[in-house]
């Protein structure tokens, strides 16, 4: 019984804090706080300009354009055309290429390999092996170690002119 005499004092004292509170809330927000419109939320189109010149626009409905400057344009259209004639060469035959890179390659390695010769020639020579003929392997043992280095470093550059062009 103690309980329930607590109990309806408890609840009228809470009902009422209660009643009286949403009358306070009115009063604070009629007399204090600013009234606030609802704010316009209709899409503004705008422009941004670039420093190089270029505009992007966007319209009403949120599709947007881009617009390059003069000069932007210009560098388009070169750096475009310098694109394609590069790609078209890469495109093309590539033995023109490998030929070209083969030679300048070989042009480099012919007069080290005509030293190493006459290098092997004087030193046959002072050893008085100079007319040595096998019929193996056409020369000296030196003679033909010398004929397989140059015939790889032939290879050599044939596969590197390949892979270049």
């Known amino acids: 019984m103690a309980f329930g005499f607590l109990g309806d004092i408890i609840g009228d004292i809470a009902g009422s804090l209660y009643s009286s509170l949403p009358q306070d809330i009115t009063d604070l927000y009629e007399t204090q706080l600013p009234q606030i419109g609802s704010p316009d939320i209709t899409f503004q189109p705008f422009t941004v300009t670039g420093p190089g010149g270029s505009q992007v626009t966007t319209t009403a409905d949120g599709s947007t354009s881009y617009a390059l400057s003069p000069q932007q344009q210009a560098m388009q259209q070169q750096l475009f055309g310098g694109a394609q004639s590069m790609f078209q060469g890469a495109m093309g035959p590539t033995a023109d290429r490998e030929a070209a890179i083969y030679d300048r390659i070989r042009a ?58």
């Open 108 to 165: 480099a390695q012919t007069p080290e390999e005509a030293r190493q010769r006459a290098a092997l020639e004087e030193r046959l020579a002072a050893q008085g092996r100079l007319g040595v003929r096998t019929n193996q392997f056409g020369g000296t043992p030196e003679q033909l170690a010398m004929a397989k280095a140059q015939a790889e470093a032939q290879n050599t550059a044939m596969l590197g002119a390949m892979q270049q062009a």
